[in-house]
């Protein structure tokens, strides 16, 4: 007869004990996802923002054929700023990261004294945390790959909590970098932008009033530089120049960085235009800090220039990437007509982050920039003609330095203007308001932030001074059409009879041949200028300087000469 078997109570024991670890284990496993161990074990290099602490530097320096020497001779100016950020920065910076972006020849490794350089490698891996004092690190890209991809390389890499950008020409002041860590931590998303002040290279001492680099951006995707007095900022922050930022390590992973694809470096910096975009339309603003104070070097910074292809690229990205229903019309600016539909790269990463990040689109920029945008022509109230009446011709703007009258036609570029500058009068809550003077409207040749000015008693062309703009800049289109200046009257056509005719201009004189053909001082080229609606008339002889006309101009003065 068969037995019933008894379970053994040890089996149930075992199984209890198996089924509690597991619920253990899952537990555990949860906690350190959230706390972003998970990713801390698949990438070596990406430590838990709970691990961070304290503040990495990063310096990228330039290179290619247009940028000679951006750190001085020998990389003098580097070790001067190193120098100087590792004895103004306290206890709060752990590490300096410099990234070489190919210069020519290489860049030398400044030396001091007790300290050596360790070469990075990226992806950077975990390493323990037994060192103590500043770490110093160094990359060379062996060609040049652009200065978005460099500063990226550096960020991405830095060990710190909070990441801060230099170029190679600054001097920070003692206790720069606790307010901006401090703020950093209270609102991560927020990007310190510390206050300058002028640097002098020869004497390395900061002087002046502390200053801010003011950015918006024309709708060719070019930017327009302010300065401003920290006393005076009074309108919001759109666009940094200067390459001085601080990031929150969490707010640096989230947007991506720079724009890696942007190519090339420039006074100009259109990557940071795409950068400050994705920071203030994808959930982060700006915040200018005169308790944070570099002394820079404004006169270093103004030696970098892009590759004419390099920006019209950079640019060409930008407005694919961010302007949306605006794109098509901003790229048919002539300045693009030599690069093909659809070459400004691949957008799959920048169109991600900003699903991941439900970015705005630009109107929200435009919303909130819209006095700003006013005040620069940018965005106007209204854009109008101006037709003299005695003559029947239209203000006519040739190029950035030449208006005169034309043939007034609905259908030329350079005959649209309307109001910029900032308004003179101070306003009860200290904000500006619009406007002041009179320019070009999307100017023939990009002369965006040009103003009728009175200067030396010609009136004509001369750059914007948006804020604060000089009497000469002042001028007023009065109801009964005359435009009017305080200082020089009103405005009114040239005696042509009365100028002397500059002697290095054509002059009218008899017909000259030489057998079937003309002579020639008397014989033209047609060159077409390219990106513009000019050609050029060139001289067959040697001796003699080009003439640059327009055509709508020979057309209306030369018609019956060219039938």
Not at 109 to 135: C, H, N, S, Y
Not at 241 to 251: D, E, G, P, R
Request: charged share 25%; proline share 6%; hydrophobic share 40%.
């Amino acid at each position: 007869m068969a037995k019933r078997r008894k379970t053994s109570d040890k089996v149930a024991w075992t199984v209890g004990i198996l089924l509690l670890l597991t619920s253990i284990s899952c537990t555990l496993i949860i906690v350190l996802h959230n706390a972003g161990y998970d990713q801390a074990a698949a990438f070596p290099h990406r430590l838990g923002n709970a691990e961070r602490k304290g503040l990495s530097a990063i310096i990228a320096v330039p290179g290619g054929r247009l940028a000679p020497a951006p750190c001085g001779e020998k990389g003098v100016l580097l070790q001067k700023s190193i120098e100087a950020l590792m004895e103004s920065a306290g206890d709060l910076l752990i590490e300096i990261i410099v990234v070489d972006d190919g210069t020519s020849p290489a860049l030398e490794r400044p030396e001091f004294t007790g300290m050596a350089w360790t070469d990075l490698k990226v992806p950077r891996a975990e390493e323990p945390d037994l060192f103590q004092g500043i770490r110093l690190l160094w990359l060379r890209f062996e060609s040049p790959q652009g200065m978005a991809l460099a500063r990226t390389t550096g960020g991405d890499a830095a060990r710190g909590e909070a990441i801060a950008f230099f170029d190679c020409y600054v001097k920070p002041e003692p206790g720069w970098a606790t307010p901006a860590v401090e703020l950093l931590r209270r609102s991560p998303r927020s990007v310190v932008v510390p206050a300058l002040r002028d640097l002098d290279l020869e004497s390395w001492e900061s002087s002046g009033p502390l200053r801010f680099f003011d950015n918006v951006f024309t709708w060719e995707a070019e930017t327009v530089q302010l300065y401003f007095d920290a006393a005076r900022v009074t309108w919001p922050h759109p666009i940094d120049q200067s390459n001085v930022l601080i990031f929150s390590w969490t707010w640096w992973q989230e947007i991506g960085g720079y724009d890696k694809m942007m190519k090339g470096s420039s006074v100009l910096l259109t990557e940071n235009i795409e950068l400050s975009l994705r920071v203030l339309l994808c959930g982060g603003h700006f915040v200018p800090m005169n308790e944070s104070v570099i002394g820079f070097c404004h006169q270093k910074h103004g030696t970098l220039h892009h590759e004419r292809l390099d920006m019209l690229f950079n640019q060409a990205r930008i407005i694919e990437a961010w302007f949306g229903p605006w794109t098509d019309e901003a790229l048919k600016n002539p300045r693009f007509a030599e690069l093909r539909p659809g070459s400004s790269g691949d957008l799959s990463e920048i169109r991600s982050m900003q699903e991941n990040l439900k970015c705005s689109g630009l109107e929200q920029f435009l919303e909130i920039y819209r006095m700003p945008l006013e005040i620069l022509g940018l965005l106007p109230h209204e854009v109008y003609s101006l037709r003299e009446r005695s003559t029947g011709l239209c203000l006519q703007e040739w190029s950035k330095d030449e208006w005169a009258l034309s043939k007034c036609d609905d259908s030329a570029r350079g005959q649209l203007f309307c109001d910029k500058n900032e308004r003179t009068e101070d306003q009860d809550d200290g904000t500006p308001e619009c406007c002041s003077g009179i320019g070009p409207y999307k100017a023939l040749v990009g002369s965006n932030s040009y103003c009728l000015d009175g200067r030396l008693g010609k009136p004509g062309p001369y750059g914007c001074i948006h804020r604060r703009p000089p009497n000469s800049q002042i001028w007023t289109l009065r109801e009964d059409g005359q435009i009017f200046s305080e200082e020089w009257g009103c405005l009114v056509p040239s005696d042509a009879e009365a100028e002397e005719l500059p002697t290095n201009e054509a002059t009218w004189s008899s017909c000259r041949f030489e057998g079937q053909n003309a002579v020639a001082e008397q014989r033209f080229q047609v060159q077409d200028i390219e990106g513009t609606d000019f050609f050029r008339l060139v001289l067959a002889t040697g001796d003699c300087s080009s003439i640059d006309c327009a055509f709508r101009l020979l057309c209306a003065t030369l018609g019956s000469i060219r039938e």
